[in-house]
Structures are given as C-alpha cells and as structure tokens.
C-alpha cells in the first residue's frame, strides 16, 4: 500500500503584508536616528476651553436627593464604627467628598438664575513646556513624540486599547502600569491594572448610576477588601469575591460591648440541674467561627427568656432577674412569639410574668417560625400585623419600644413590606457566620456556642452594634439610632 506524504505548500503572499511592510521600511528610515527629547521643538501651547452648562432645578434636587441617601448610609456607618475598623479610614474619606459635593450642589441651588452673569465659557493656556507627551500603544510598538519605538518599554502616559477595544490613559514604569483611568459605558475606573488592561489592584470606580466602588479589584471586578457606596442601595463594606460582596469581619476587640442570652437550657441538661456562678461570669470564647485571639470579655447585657407563647414561664426568670441587678448586669426580657394564640394574649401573658423596669433594657420579641407555619397562618401580611399588635400592647404598657429579634433570611424574605416596623423598632439579629449582618441593628447573635465562665455549656454570645458613646445613648434613649 502506497503511503502519500502531504507537502506543505507556502501560503499566498497578499498585497496586504507588502504595504504593511513597506509602511514599516519607511517609517524607520524617516525617523531620525537622534537622542529622543523630552520636549521637541515646534510644539505649541495648549488651549482648553471649559463650558459651562446651566443645571435644571429638577436635576438639583434629584442629585441632592441622591447625595443625602449616601451621606445618610455613611452616618450610620460612622457611628457604629471606629478608626479600629477595617475600611473606615476608606469611608471617611469618601464622606468628606460626599460632604463637599453636597454643599456644592447647596450653593448651585441658592443661584436661582445660574446661567445669567456667569461666563459661559473658561479659557485655560498650557505651556509646551508643561505639556506632558503622550504615547499611542498598538501591537506591541507605540508612537511618541515622532518617534516609533519597538521592542522598547513603555514610559510615562500611554494611550491604549484594551481586549474589549475600551481606550485606556495608562501611566507607566518600565513596561509597568502604575496607574490608569478607563472610561467606558458602565463608569469611569481609576487605579490600578494588570497587563491586560484589566482592573487590578486598588482602584476607585464611579458609574453612571452613582454607585462609587472602592477598594482591592481583580479581573475588572471587586475582590479583597472594599466598598460600595450607592444612593439606591445600603453600604456594602467588606470582604469581596469576584465581585460578589461576602460581608464584613468584625475585629473583636475588648471596646466592644457584648452580652449573653439565657433560658431554664443553661439551668437543666436532662435531669442534672445547675446553677450559674455570677461572680464567675465572663465570656472565654465567641464560638468555633470568630476568633477572639485568645482575648476574654466581660458579659456586660443579659437577656433572660421570661415567657412562651401564653402557657409558659421559665421557672428561673425571677432568680436570675435578680442576680443580675444584684451584680450590675443591664438585664432585659424576652418572649417567645408562638403562632398557635393570638398576639393581644401574648402580650398580657408577658406583661404578667416579665419584669420590665426604667432602667432595663428594653424588652424583646423573639420571632422564629418556619416558612409552613407562616403559609399556614395565612402568609407574611398577617404575621406583621400579629408583630405590630404585640409590640404596640407592649409599648403602650412598658413605655419602652420592644426589640424584634429574627434572623436575617427572615427580614429578606418575610419583612419586604413591613418599612414601618423596621423603622420604628430596633432589630437584633441572629447570624451564625464569620460576617456581621449586612442589615441596621441594635445586637447581633453571632453564635449559639459560647463560652461563658460560671454557666454549664454552650451560651448564645451577642455583641452591640456600636461603642460605649453608642451605648450610653441607647441605654438613655431606648432605641439606637
């Protein structure tokens, strides 16, 4: 059997590749073989013309409008955080020009007639000597100043192309991006870029839709620490994975407040009964998901179950009442909300049994039901009108706006429609993970199995959302802000 060997044939030479070519062989022999200068001669000075645009009262008010939401966020931020915190020194920064850029668009409002006596138009003069000169990257060669250099590493400002054709203005360092600016349809990025013109590094980007994006970026999208601050959403600070926001670390430090939950489960394991050493009492673990770096902390709020639904009472309420005051333990109470009875019988049945005094914390309302039960009753509206109705019985009775105590899944799925409730009351939230819950609260349950000194086994640990100046004012007030 004959075996056939294929030839491989030359390819045909197109017109193209010889004007290709020929363009290349011309170039290099204009272009003089002299040192390069920074500054050659026959540049002129540089005009810029500026124009300014009169603003309608309309867009005013909705760019105040916006501004304010963000500013609002970045207060809130503010003041439950402290210069210990990971990012804030990021968020203070950005509030400040958030804070100038409002007393701006104050001042434009003021000029009732902007347009008029106003110079339509700004002239700005460059020197030559001040212009700085710019080069054109393409294919692996760029165009500086007349000169085509090939196989030479990029130096000083660079315009480019990226892979997606996007126009890039790229500072470099020996072939190395060290910052540049990219306009295109989703916003205007500033930082730091790999090779392949991709976001990469520290960045800052502001869209078009006003969310400002800052913080560690990889592959154009946030990764590593950062922050999104927008007027249609809450600030995401935190822990980013390509581009999907995680939440934020809390660093456990010995300023932050925190404090216990218990009920008859720390007294009674099977048939052993036990007490608590309140002399004894400090927390020596946050649970196997938080690291407290060995630190211990004082328990300084305890919350005592009191009652359940309306046939209920824990057995050790009115011992364990006790003994905290008697050791100077801000105490509060909370009720296990059943949806087996109405809400009105509840309430009684807590406003019997529990102890709610001037100087307690305020009391709590503890929803925790499954999704059947709340399909079972008649769905999510009916359940925020049993919440609101106990928590209106209790108010009016104790002079203390309760505390709603859920998980978060609970407030994204169940509480769309319920504005006036988070509003008007404070949540404590429970979230067993590594994050802080990324909604308001007041305390968050970061783990059921804590450590405490002085109680037999697990404990369910919380932390207050904020620092002592915090503190003492929702201590005074009742409703942290």
Not at 203 to 230: L, M, N, P, T
Request: positive net charge.
């Amino acid at each position: 059997m004959v075996r056939r060997i294929r030839i491989k044939r030359p390819s045909k030479i197109h017109i193209a590749d010889f004007l290709t070519l020929a363009i290349v062989v011309v170039l290099f022999m204009l272009i003089p073989i002299t040192p390069f200068r920074q500054h050659p001669k026959g540049i002129p000075d540089k005009v810029i013309t500026y124009y300014q645009r009169p603003i309608s009262n309309d867009s005013l008010q909705h760019a105040l409008k916006e501004v304010e939401a963000e500013i609002s966020e970045m207060n809130y931020y503010l003041r439950v955080h402290n210069i210990d915190d990971e990012g804030f020194p990021l968020v203070s920064r950005y509030n400040a020009s958030l804070q100038q850029e409002y007393r701006y668009l104050l001042l434009r409002k003021r000029q009732k007639e902007y347009a008029k006596g106003q110079p339509a138009s700004k002239r700005v003069r460059i020197p030559a000597k001040e212009r700085p000169l710019i080069a054109v990257s393409f294919n692996g060669v760029y165009w500086k100043a007349g000169h085509l250099f090939v196989g030479h590493p990029r130096e000083g400002q660079v315009i480019c192309r990226d892979r997606q054709y996007r126009i890039v203005s790229a500072v470099y360092d020996k072939d190395t991006i060290v910052n540049a600016i990219r306009i295109d349809s989703t916003g205007i990025y500033q930082g730091q870029m790999d090779k392949y013109l991709q976001a990469c590094g520290q960045g800052i980007k502001d869209e078009w839709d006003g969310c400002h994006k800052e913080g560690f970026w990889r592959y154009d999208v946030q990764h590593g620490f950062g922050f999104d601050s927008s007027p249609q959403h809450q600030l995401r600070i935190g822990e980013w994975r390509e581009g999907r926001f995680l939440g934020e670390r809390m660093k456990y430090t010995a300023q932050r407040i925190y404090g216990i939950d218990i009920s008859r489960h720390q007294h009674e394991k099977g048939r052993q009964r036990y007490g608590i050493n309140w002399k004894q009492l400090r927390i020596t673990s946050l649970g196997h998901r938080h690291n407290a770096e060995g630190q211990t902390f004082p328990v300084s709020f305890i919350y005592l179950k009191a009652t359940e639904g309306t046939t209920i009472q824990n057995r050790y309420f009115a011992t364990d009442y006790h003994q905290a005051h008697r050791h100077h333990i801000k105490v509060g109470a909370y009720h296990f909300f059943s949806l087996k009875t109405t809400a009105a019988d509840q309430a009684r049945h807590f406003l019997k049994y529990a102890v709610v005094r001037p100087d307690d914390l305020p009391p709590v309302l503890d929803v925790e039901p499954t999704d059947a039960q709340i399909e079972q009753i008649g769905g999510d509206e009916v359940l925020m009108q049993r919440i609101r109705q106990f928590m209106q019985i209790v108010e009016q009775r104790t002079g203390k706006r309760p505390i709603l105590y859920v998980n978060q899944m609970f407030i994204r799925n169940h509480m769309q429609n319920a504005q006036d409730i988070k509003e008007h009351y404070n949540v404590w939230i429970a979230r067993y993970g590594q994050y802080r819950p990324d909604v308001k609260l007041v305390f968050w349950q970061l783990c059921p199995d804590g450590k405490v000194n002085g109680i037999t086994g697990p404990v369910d640990i919380n932390v207050f959302n904020g620092y002592q100046g915090q503190c003492q004012d929702f201590l005074r007030t009742g409703f942290h802000q």
